[in-house]
């Protein structure tokens, strides 16, 4: 029985003076992915395509809005004790037709936005796939000129939301070093496309308030 004791305390007085010769580091990805100016171009990119589908979409929605008070009005005159029998079942017949187009549009509307936005999501994934590869590639870069032996995310966390690395001792955070490295080939001109969409979303959402007026003073006619 002293054998198995006496192996078990070498193999662990072994694995302490391994881990002691090991040099660990840090690295939070969460503030090095925010912090890459790459990231801040994607998100531009994304808030353009997504303001295009949601223009789209606000004229597919403003043609089935017309069409709709249309066929209302049809409706209306089909049962218009005024006009002749021949005038009532004419306006019958055409707001029968344009239910059909309405019932078409809606689907037209429901695939549009759910194709739009499986592809909108589809691209943000391939952005911050290829933005994390180049995070990744610098972070095992500055491991391997460092000579770390293990290096962690220490912004990473479980099921339970709860931080992975909760404790770490003797580690060095290179976090700002990978930043650095990874925004040496920023253009100049990145910091002011950052403010242009702000500048923008103004006069962006003005719009369609502008255009919805005559549509609902069409309505009131």
């Known amino acids: ?29 969460v503030k090095s992915f925010t912090e890459f100016y790459k990231t801040k171009d994607a998100s531009n990119k994304m808030k353009g395509n997504k303001d295009k589908a949601m223009s789209e979409m606000n004229e597919r929605y403003a043609a089935y809005k017309t069409l709709l008070s249309e066929t209302q009005k049809l409706a209306k005159e089909a049962q218009d004790p005024i006009l002749t029998q021949d005038a009532r079942a004419n306006a019958q017949v055409k707001a029968q037709d344009k239910a059909k187009e309405v019932h078409s549009l809606e689907q037209d509307i429901n695939e549009f936005q759910q194709r739009r936005t499986m592809q909108l999501r589809q691209e943000e ?24 032996d293990l290096v962690f995310d220490k912004s990473g966390v479980s099921m339970s939301t709860v931080p992975v690395l909760l404790y770490f001792k003797d580690a060095v955070d290179f976090t700002d070093e990978v930043i650095v490295e990874l925004n040496k080939n920023a253009p100049p001109e990145s910091a002011k496309k950052d403010e242009a969409p702000a500048k ?7 719009a369609p308030a502008k255009a919805d007026k005559p549509k609902s003073s069409k309505k009131s006619k």
């Not at 305390?9 to 990805?29: C, E, H, R, W, Y």
């Not at 923008?200 to 003005?206: I, L, M, Q, R, T």
């Open 1 to 29: 029985m002293k054998f198995p004791v006496i192996a078990l305390t070498s193999l662990l007085l072994v694995s302490n003076a391994m881990a002691a010769d090991l040099k660990f580091g840090v690295v939070d990805m």
């Open 200 to 206: 923008e979303d103004k006069p962006k959402d003005a």
């Open 125 to 148: 994934m391939e952005l911050q796939k290829g933005i994390y590869e180049e995070i990744v590639a610098v972070v095992k870069d500055k491991s391997k000129a460092g000579g770390y």
